[in-house]
Protein backbone atom coordinates (compact mmCIF):
# COMPACT_ATOMS: atom_id res chain seq x y z
CA UNK A 1 0.00 0.00 0.00
CA UNK A 2 1.34 3.57 -0.77
CA UNK A 3 2.05 5.72 2.44
CA UNK A 4 1.58 9.71 2.09
CA UNK A 5 3.09 12.06 5.04
CA UNK A 6 -0.17 12.96 6.89
CA UNK A 7 1.12 16.57 6.82
CA UNK A 8 1.85 16.39 3.03
CA UNK A 9 -1.67 15.59 2.35
CA UNK A 10 -2.86 18.84 5.16
CA UNK A 11 -0.32 21.21 3.26
CA UNK A 12 -2.10 20.22 -0.28
CA UNK A 13 -5.43 20.65 1.29
CA UNK A 14 -4.41 23.90 2.21
CA UNK A 15 -3.10 24.58 -1.43
CA UNK A 16 -6.16 23.38 -2.94
CA UNK A 17 -8.24 25.44 -0.75
CA UNK A 18 -6.46 28.30 -1.33
CA UNK A 19 -6.97 27.85 -5.28
CA UNK A 20 -10.68 27.23 -4.96
CA UNK A 21 -12.36 27.54 -7.02
CA UNK A 22 -9.71 27.03 -9.39
CA UNK A 23 -7.99 24.07 -9.82
CA UNK A 24 -4.90 22.79 -7.94
CA UNK A 25 -2.28 20.86 -9.55
CA UNK A 26 1.25 19.37 -7.89
CA UNK A 27 3.08 16.59 -8.70
CA UNK A 28 4.41 13.98 -6.43
CA UNK A 29 7.65 12.13 -5.41
CA UNK A 30 9.48 10.14 -3.40
CA UNK A 31 10.69 6.90 -2.85
CA UNK A 32 8.91 4.06 -5.36
CA UNK A 33 10.44 1.31 -3.60
CA UNK A 34 9.30 2.05 0.01
CA UNK A 35 5.93 3.10 -2.14
CA UNK A 36 5.96 6.39 0.01
CA UNK A 37 5.32 9.75 -0.95
CA UNK A 38 7.35 12.45 0.51
CA UNK A 39 7.76 15.47 -1.09
CA UNK A 40 5.34 17.68 -3.43
CA UNK A 41 6.40 19.21 -6.94
CA UNK A 42 4.99 22.11 -7.56
CA UNK A 43 5.04 23.80 -10.84
CA UNK A 44 3.56 27.39 -9.98
CA UNK A 45 2.59 28.55 -14.02
CA UNK A 46 0.75 25.40 -14.53
CA UNK A 47 -1.74 25.44 -11.15
CA UNK A 48 -4.96 27.54 -11.42
CA UNK A 49 -6.09 26.21 -15.11
CA UNK A 50 -7.58 23.79 -16.36
CA UNK A 51 -5.24 21.01 -15.94
CA UNK A 52 -5.75 19.06 -19.00
CA UNK A 53 -4.73 21.58 -21.05
CA UNK A 54 -1.43 21.29 -19.20
CA UNK A 55 1.47 21.59 -21.62
CA UNK A 56 3.13 18.74 -21.12
CA UNK A 57 6.30 20.11 -22.29
CA UNK A 58 6.23 21.96 -19.11
CA UNK A 59 6.29 19.14 -17.05
CA UNK A 60 9.73 17.81 -15.11
CA UNK A 61 11.25 15.06 -16.34
CA UNK A 62 12.21 13.93 -13.43
CA UNK A 63 12.23 9.80 -12.36
CA UNK A 64 11.32 10.64 -9.06
CA UNK A 65 8.19 11.92 -9.22
CA UNK A 66 5.70 8.85 -8.96
CA UNK A 67 2.55 10.65 -8.91
CA UNK A 68 0.27 13.44 -9.53
CA UNK A 69 -2.45 15.64 -7.32
CA UNK A 70 -5.35 17.80 -8.32
CA UNK A 71 -8.58 19.41 -6.82
CA UNK A 72 -12.16 18.89 -8.32
CA UNK A 73 -13.89 22.21 -7.29
CA UNK A 74 -16.90 20.82 -8.08
CA UNK A 75 -16.71 18.18 -5.03
CA UNK A 76 -16.74 14.98 -7.05
CA UNK A 77 -13.66 12.76 -6.90
CA UNK A 78 -14.26 10.43 -9.81
CA UNK A 79 -11.67 11.26 -12.88
CA UNK A 80 -12.95 12.77 -15.86
CA UNK A 81 -12.14 11.25 -19.23
CA UNK A 82 -9.00 13.62 -19.29
CA UNK A 83 -8.21 12.45 -15.93
CA UNK A 84 -7.61 9.05 -16.78
CA UNK A 85 -5.32 9.62 -19.87
CA UNK A 86 -3.26 11.53 -17.55
CA UNK A 87 -3.11 9.47 -14.89
CA UNK A 88 -1.55 6.90 -16.90
CA UNK A 89 1.76 8.40 -16.47
CA UNK A 90 2.10 7.82 -13.08
CA UNK A 91 2.01 5.26 -10.21
CA UNK A 92 -0.27 7.28 -8.30
CA UNK A 93 -3.00 10.33 -8.50
CA UNK A 94 -4.97 12.08 -5.92
CA UNK A 95 -7.83 13.68 -6.39
CA UNK A 96 -9.03 16.16 -3.76
CA UNK A 97 -12.84 16.96 -4.00
CA UNK A 98 -13.85 20.01 -2.53
CA UNK A 99 -17.08 22.41 -2.59
CA UNK A 100 -18.04 24.35 0.15
CA UNK A 101 -18.73 22.43 2.93
CA UNK A 102 -16.73 18.89 2.13
CA UNK A 103 -12.91 17.88 1.28
CA UNK A 104 -12.99 14.47 -0.09
CA UNK A 105 -10.17 12.27 -1.17
CA UNK A 106 -9.51 9.25 -3.46
CA UNK A 107 -6.54 8.04 -4.67
CA UNK A 108 -6.48 6.26 -7.87
CA UNK A 109 -3.54 4.19 -10.06
CA UNK A 110 -2.36 4.46 -13.31
CA UNK A 111 -5.41 2.73 -14.76
CA UNK A 112 -7.65 4.60 -12.80
CA UNK A 113 -8.67 2.23 -10.37
CA UNK A 114 -9.43 2.99 -6.40
CA UNK A 115 -5.75 3.04 -4.40
CA UNK A 116 -5.96 2.35 -0.78
CA UNK A 117 -3.36 4.59 0.87
CA UNK A 118 -1.91 4.98 4.17
CA UNK A 119 -1.52 8.07 6.03
CA UNK A 120 2.38 8.52 7.75
CA UNK A 121 3.58 10.53 9.98
ZN1 LIG B 1 -9.75 16.02 -12.67
Redesign the pocket.
Do not use: M, R
Given at each position: MWKIKKNLIEDVIQSAKNYYPK?FLCFLSGDKEAKEINEIVLIPTLNGDD??SVNTYNIPIDNTILGSL?S?PNGSTF??T??KK?FKRYLINV?IGLDTNNTIINVFDDKSNKLDIELID
Open positions: EYSHHPSADFI
